[in-house]
């Protein structure tokens, strides 16, 4: 049983109430916490030494890549992030300056986005350190952008470059917050997540909450200089356009848009956003499954975001 | 350094924005999430196998083990809690049937207190499991209850029997959700908390917050069967009356009320919960630190709980 499986077993009766607008499957939990024009954002997401993060790794960086992550989840809410709660599992003799800088890393990240951290935990975790965050944020109503909104026609986006991010992005991404943020008040957002599994198989997530299929043009996906580098330096690695599609850990945006706002939405990102790359990267259509096309044709993508070479 | 040495460390510079109500420090943070009546309860807490639980415990017990010591910090601030997220960190070669149990424990416990689970993730922790849970709640804006209220004259109060928990009773409590909006909305409580590292730091937690000292009476002190039963077992054991004031997870709840209000508080309390014990234990001072009381006379207690017999 894999990940997937495992949580579609565990999700099929948890207890709801009448708070939950959006549960368990998207990119945070949505609530309606009572009187008000905002609902609640609710993410947790945890880093696991050794898992998430080599042994070794500058301890600002793992704090960084902690609560981005989260972070990156509620970007893909278009949300605003309030405040986090961090769970420290300390390996036995840790060291209090590691501690320290973690969570020098996470502060520094969180005074960034007005985020405020107001308290937590630390327990033991004897062999390795396990960095939990819970955060909170807040959407206006009717204005949380869900997995489930993409519609044949729409024109598939993605923000930055993909690909190679554990050559280091994925230790030092910014969340794409503001950009999420000014996207979703500019534009009708159909649908939209943050990429952490992988192009391939997140665009997989979007096309099955909102059932539909999606044609990519292999010659549009933006491939990081990461992935180039090292395709080039390992012959055995992946090829740069396959690890634009499934390597994890872009932490970019992935979001779908009508097709006919595409040319708008690109004109205004790159007088908004100029440094930031923004690209088309195929369209969403009626039929299921993802089909990716080049000079040759349209061949259909994999389960697993692999190229199936007929 | 100890945790505790470790968390004032950590939190004496954390970022903050304009929600926070209560940061770091008492039960569960304070959140003004915006226009509304309604004030926010944050809380996050871990059970780590070998450390909270045995290897081997049934999971259900696991599961209700780890959220309910959320709840009972959302009952220690006279919160409603509203829903969670669980983080799993699965060791190698977990059961699924392990997982499935622990999160029936854990929906069995949120359906009788009306919590959503609204999602959560599933890592990798290899030697060990790894559960933390973050809950959301509420509170009417004006009545949480913190720790800083706590008055000379004071009576103290504290909810069932204490020691001996991890007999048993830190695997099955029901958190004191009912109990505790119960009596912050028939009496003005001063302060409140959930006893978890035992009576006598705990109550240095609400001394300390509130910048007062307490009187106890030895005799008032109840003392679980649990405790009595380990200390007749095994006479290198501690003896009852220290393990009621210092065994941990207890989680019932320790609060102060004007002296006056205390008799009519407890004949109120019997009439409402007939089956539950709540004791009237010793009265706020002026004066700093702890003194129990018993036939010999007043003596100090010491930092750590135990009794400095001079």
Redesign the interface.
């Known amino acids: ?1 894999n ?1 997937f499986e ?2 579609e ?3 099929r ?5 009448k ?2 607008v ?4 998207d990119d ?2 949505v ?1 309606d ?6 609902l ?1 954002l ?5 880093v ?1 030494e ?3 993060f080599a042994s070794g790794t500058p301890p600002e960086k793992v704090g960084h890549k902690a609560l981005g992550r989260c972070l990156s989840d509620i970007a893909a809410m278009a949300g605003t992030p ?2 986090a ?3 420290l ?1 300390l390996p036995r003799n840790f060291e ?1 300056g590691y ?2 800088g973690l ?1 020098g890393g996470m ?1 520094a990240l ?2 960034r986005h ?15 350190m ?1 960095v ?1 965050v ?1 955060l ?1 944020g ?1 959407v206006a109503q009717g204005k949380a952008v869900l997995r489930s909104g993409a519609m044949a026609g729409d024109a598939i986006f993605v923000t930055g470059e993909l690909g190679g991010s554990l050559e280091g992005k994925h230790l030092e991404f910014e969340p794409r917050l503001v950009e999420a943020r000014w996207l979703a008040e500019q534009f009708p957002i159909h649908a939209m997540l943050d990429l952490s599994d992988g192009l391939a198989g997140d665009l997989r997530h979007i096309l099955q909450a909102s059932r539909v299929g999606a044609e990519l043009l292999s010659a549009s996906i933006p491939i990081s200089a990461a992935a180039r580098r090292a395709a080039k330096a390992n012959p055995s690695a992946k090829p740069p356009l396959l690890a634009a599609l499934t390597d994890g850990e872009d932490f970019e945006l992935l979001f779908t848009v009508a097709g006919r706002r595409a040319v708008p939405l690109l004109d205004a990102w790159r007088a908004r956003f100029p440094a930031a790359r923004l690209t088309c990267i195929g369209k969403i259509t009626g039929k299921e499954g993802i089909t990716i096309r080049d000079r040759q044709g349209a061949r259909p993508l994999t389960e697993h975001g692999y190229i199936h070479f007929a």
Chains 1, 2 share one sequence.
Do not use: Q
């Not at 959006?22 to 499957?25: E, H, K, L, M």
């Not at 007005?114 to 390795?128: C, H, L």
């Open positions: 049983m990940e495992l949580i077993r565990l999700t009766s948890l207890p709801g109430n708070s939950v959006v549960g368990a499957g945070c939990a609530l916490a009572g009187p008000g024009e905002r609640l609710f993410k947790t997401d945890a696991v050794g898992v998430h309030t405040a709660l961090v769970t599992g209090v501690v320290e969570y502060n969180a005074r007005e985020v405020a951290i107001v308290g937590g935990e630390t327990t033991t975790n004897p062999e390795r396990f939990s819970a909170l807040w």
